[in-house]
């Protein structure tokens, strides 16, 4: 359960972010210095966001666990070991 709690917070900053953006293009109709300061400030936050999301990915990685999270699985971020495992080491016949 704290990994989906983790990822929703994230997502949730990712949308502050994405509101921050809305509002940066609307201050930068009146005033433009402003507009640009937000505009900065809403990318901080959307960078923070994905690295959190990254964050939580890893720590489920580390504890293990079965993802339902269908986006981690598109973006390769957390992907579960196949079954028949893959020899380690392969040897290459010489000629």
């Known amino acids: 359960m704290e990994f989906e709690v983790g990822y929703m917070m994230a997502l949730v900053i990712i949308g502050i972010s994405f509101l921050g953006f809305f509002l940066s293009m609307m201050v930068d109709e009146v005033n433009k210095k402003k507009g640009i300061i937000i505009f900065i ?8 966001g ?3 999301y990254y964050v ?3 720590w489920q990685k ?9 986006l981690n699985y598109y973006l390769y971020i957390y992907r579960p070991a196949p079954e028949a495992g893959i020899p380690e080491t392969t040897t290459i ?3």
Do not use: D, M, Q, T
């Open 50 to 52: 994905v690295y959190y």
């Open 56 to 58: 939580v990915s890893l």
């Open 62 to 70: 580390k504890n293990g666990g079965p993802s339902v999270n269908k």
């Open 41 to 48: 400030l809403s990318l901080i936050l959307f960078g923070l």
């Open 93 to 95: 016949p010489e000629k």
